[in-house]
C-alpha cells in the first residue's frame, strides 16, 4: 500500500469512531468498539475497525474495507 493510499484511509477514518452505529449491506446493524493501529504505516499491521454486531459477535476489518460494505446510521 502506497503513501496517498494510507493518507487517503486516515481521512476516512475520522468518521468512525468508538461508539458509531452503522448498518451493513446484509441490513445487519454494528456498533464500532475499538480502532487499532490507527497510525500503523505497517502493511503487516493494518489499522483496523473492531466492531459488535446485535448478536453479541465481534469482528475485525480493515479500515481499507470499511466503506465498502458499512453505511453509517
Known amino acids: ?3 496517498i493510499t494510507k493518507i487517503i ?3 476516512k477514518v475520522e468518521n468512525i469512531i468508538v461508539g458509531s452505529k452503522w448498518i451493513h449491506t ?3 446493524k454494528y ?3 475499538l480502532l487499532t493501529n490507527e497510525s500503523s ?3 503487516k499491521y493494518p489499522p483496523t475497525v473492531v466492531y459488535k454486531g446485535e448478536n453479541g459477535k465481534i469482528w475485525s476489518r480493515p ?3 470499511w466503506g465498502r460494505s ?3 446510521i
Do not use: A, L
Open 1 to 3: 500500500m502506497n503513501i
Open 9 to 11: 484511509i486516515m481521512e
Open 26 to 28: 446484509n441490513g445487519n
Open 31 to 33: 456498533e464500532v468498539i
Open 41 to 43: 504505516m505497517n502493511d
Open 63 to 65: 479500515f481499507v474495507d
Open 70 to 72: 458499512f453505511t453509517k
